[in-house]
C-alpha cells in the first residue's frame, strides 16, 4: 500500500473511531469546554474586583460535567447546564467568561439529536433565558444581540449537522445498494456463463457417446473445465469483499484481478469445445487498459457470448476488438435466429438480463450499446463503445 493509500486508511479509521466511544468523545469535549474556562480564572483580575476563588471555579466544573452525558440526554443536559450558569452569576462573583461555552455546546446537541418538540422548546427557553441573564449581567444591547445570535448559530450548525448526516445515511444505503447490484451482476455473469456452456455440452455428452466417443471425452473434460474456471472467478469476487488484508480465511483462494481482456481467448477456447465456431479479430493500436475498463470489457464479451449460446441457436460467432483513437469498440456477431428469437425463443431457464447487464456495464464506464440484427438483417450484433484514457497506451 502506498503512502496516500495509507493515509486514508489512518482517516478512515480515525472517523470510525468517533462514533464507535461516544463516551470517550464527549468526556474529551467537556474537559476542552473544562479547560477554556480555566482560561479567565488564569488571567490577572484589576485590582478593584474580587478575586477568584476555588468556589467560583468549582462551579464552571459543574457547568461542563453534565457535557458527559449530552447524547443521552440532550434536554435535561440543557436544563442543567442553565441552572449550574444562573448559579455562577447569581452566588458567586466568579470571572466572567468571554463565550457561553457550555451553553453552545448543549444547545447544539439539542438541535443535533433532539426530536422536534424538544427543539422547540429549547427554542422558548433560550428566548426567555438569554434575556434575563443578561438583564442580571449587564443589561446590555450588545450583549442580548450576540447573545442570541451565537446561540442562533449553534442551534443552526446543530440542525445543517443532522441534516448532513441524513444525507450521508441516505448516500451510504444507495452506494450498498450499488454494490448489491454489481455483485449481483457479477454472479450472474459468471453463473450464467458457466451454466449455459456446462448446459450446452452436456446435451451434446450423450449423442457424442454414441457416435464419437473421443468428442464426448472432450465435452466431458470441457464441463469439468468450465466448472472450475466458474469456481476461481467467484472466489475472486467474493475475496473482493473480505477486508484489506490480502487473506482469504475458511479455504478460500486470496484476492485476484477480475479478467480482463487478456482472458478473452481462453474464454473463447471454453465456447467453442461447447460447439461454437468463434472468430476473434483485433485492430488499432495495443493499449494496455485500467483495471476497470479491461474486466467490463471481459464481462461484456463473455455475456454476449452467454447470450448467444443461450438464446440464438447459432453455429458461428465473431469478436472483434478495436481501438480506434480513445474509444474501444467491442463487436459480437452470430448466425442465429436474430433479436426476435432473443426475445422470444430463449432455451431453457428462461429469458435472463444479459444485454440489461452489457448496457449497465457499458454506462458505467461512460460508454455506449448498441443490440440489433447483425449485418443484412441476418443473426444477432452486439455492440459497445468504452472510452479508454489516452495514458493507458502502452509506451506513451
Known amino acids: 500500500m502506498d503512502v496516500r493509500g495509507e493515509a486514508r486508511v489512518r482517516r478512515e479509521r480515525l472517523r470510525a473511531w468517533g462514533p464507535a466511544n461516544p463516551w470517550a468523545v464527549d468526556l474529551g469535549i467537556a474537559l476542552l469546554v473544562q479547560a477554556a474556562l480555566t482560561m479567565p480564572f488564569l488571567v490577572p483580575r484589576a485590582p478593584e474586583l474580587p478575586p477568584a476563588t476555588w468556589g467560583a471555579y468549582g462551579l464552571t466544573a459543574l457547568t461542563a460535567l453534565p457535557l458527559v452525558l449530552r447524547r443521552r440526554a440532550p434536554l435535561p443536559v440543557l436544563l442543567a447546564v442553565l441552572v449550574a ?3 455562577y452569576e447569581l452566588a458567586l462573583d466568579g470571572p466572567g467568561q468571554p463565550l457561553p461555552y457550555t451553553g453552545l455546546v448543549a444547545v447544539y446537541t439539542v438541535a443535533l439529536l433532539s426530536p422536534p418538540w424538544q427543539r422547540l422548546l429549547t427554542a422558548v427557553l433560550l428566548l426567555v433565558a438569554v434575556p434575563v441573564s443578561v438583564w442580571l449581567n449587564t443589561r446590555s444591547a450588545r450583549e442580548l444581540t450576540f447573545s442570541l445570535f451565537v446561540f442562533g448559530a449553534a442551534y443552526v450548525f446543530g440542525r445543517l449537522q443532522d441534516a448532513r448526516q441524513r444525507a450521508h445515511r441516505v448516500e451510504a444505503e444507495r452506494a450498498a445498494a450499488r454494490e448489491r447490484a454489481r455483485i449481483a451482476r457479477e454472479m450472474h455473469d459468471i453463473l450464467s456463463h458457466a451454466v449455459s456452456l456446462m448446459v450446452v455440452q452436456a446435451e451434446a455428452g450423450p449423442v457424442a457417446v454414441r457416435t464419437a466417443p473421443e468428442r464426448a471425452e472432450a465435452a466431458f473434460d470441457a464441463i469439468s473445465e468450465t466448472g472450475r474456471e466458474a469456481m476461481v472467478q467467484l472466489r475472486q469476487m467474493l475475496g473482493l469483499l473480505r477486508d484489506g488484508t490480502g487473506e482469504a480465511g475458511g479455504g ?9 481482456l487478456d482472458g478473452v481467448p481462453e ?3 471454453r465456447v467453442r469445445a461447447g460447439g461454437l465456431a468463434v472468430v476473434y479479430e483485433t485492430a488499432g493500436g495495443v493499449r494496455a487498459l485500467p483495471a476497470s475498463t479491461g474486466a467490463q470489457a471481459y464481462r461484456i464479451v463473455q455475456e454476449a457470448l452467454t447470450n448467444v449460446v443461450r438464446h440464438a441457436g447459432a453455429r458461428r460467432a465473431e469478436v472483434r476488438l478495436v481501438h480506434v483513437g480513445g474509444v474501444l469498440r467491442i463487436t459480437v456477431t452470430d ?12 432455451r431453457r431457464g428462461g429469458p435472463g438480463h444479459g444485454l440489461t447487464g452489457v448496457r449497465e456495464r457499458a454506462a458505467a464506464q461512460g460508454g455506449t450499446a448498441v443490440t440489433g440484427p447483425g449485418p443484412d438483417g441476418r443473426g444477432f450484433e452486439v455492440r459497445v463503445e468504452l472510452p479508454v484514457p489516452s495514458t493507458a497506451e502502452v509506451g506513451a
Not at 252 to 260: F, I, L, S
Not at 335 to 346: E, I, K, L, S
Open 335 to 346: 448466425d442465429g435466429r436474430g433479436p426476435g428469437a432473443v426475445r422470444t425463443r430463449p
Open 267 to 269: 474464454l473463447l477456447d
Open 85 to 87: 450558569s444562573a448559579s
Open 252 to 260: 478460500m483462494a486470496p484476492r485476484a484481478p477480475q479478467p480482463g
